[in-house]
């Protein structure tokens, strides 16, 4: 294994290239990456970069497909293991959001699902992604629910990184990403593995 450090935009543009090789009707990509690492930011990157390429993107957030506060929050509002196990609404996220856009599928996604704030439904209007279209979804804890993407994008941080850009409100999630790292290890599978233990510096890492 090596490690080629690339800026953002090339790393983008390289993902962008894997993309449009792909022969599937509708493309799901996963970006997978702790808070820390941005994933949000970089699917926003991302999408950005697919529009310019005259196909649709949609970016949705697993953060917008949260279970309600009494499951979420059963065993308290800092468990660990609740953050690793039953913190995303990964039925949802399948029925709403992947599943439509499976060969065959109608194309008709959910763009949000759960308002954490008021604690209720969204009630969200549905997008209607036509044929060739990519849903980019971004979130922690991708990898490890064999959820069906066309291409996996993790973005990893090393466990002193990973420490040192948590903030300390939510020191208490990072358990949950070591068990990731040793239970899943998503960075020996996943299709593109990018390293941002310095978020400016960003580097592929070569297998």
């Known amino acids: 294994m090596r490690v080629k450090p690339m800026s ?71 468990n660990p293991d609740s953050y690793y196990d039953g913190w995303f609404d990964l039925k949802a996220l399948t029925r709403e959001v992947l599943e439509p856009l499976a060969p065959g599928g109608s194309g008709r996604v959910l763009p949000t699902f759960w308002d954490p704030i008021k604690d209720r439904n969204t009630r969200s209007g549905y997008a209607e992604l036509p044929a060739g279209s990519v849903l980019v979804l971004s979130g922690p804890l991708l990898l490890g629910a064999r959820l069906p993407f066309d291409l996996e994008v993790h973005l990893e941080m090393s466990a002193p990184a990973l420490a040192r850009r948590t903030p300390p409100e939510d020191s208490w999630t990072l358990p949950a990403f070591a068990r990731y790292a040793e239970e899943v290890g998503p960075a020996s599978f996943a299709d593109v593995v990018i390293r941002v233990n310095d978020p400016a510096h960003p580097a592929l890492v070569i297998r």
Do not use: K
């Not at 790393?11 to 449009?20: D, E, G, W, Y």
């Not at 699917?43 to 310019?52: D, F, V």
């Not at 993107?57 to 497909?65: E, G, M, P, Y």
């Open 8 to 78: 953002q935009d090339a790393v983008t543009a390289m993902i962008v290239s894997r993309i449009l090789e792909l022969p599937a009707p509708w493309t799901r990509v996963a970006l997978d990456g702790a808070p820390a690492a941005a994933p949000d930011t970089w699917a926003e990157s991302l999408a950005a970069a697919i529009r310019e390429t005259g196909r649709t993107a949609l970016h949705v957030r697993t953060a917008d497909f949260l279970r309600p506060a009494s499951l979420r929050l059963e065993f308290g509002r800092s």
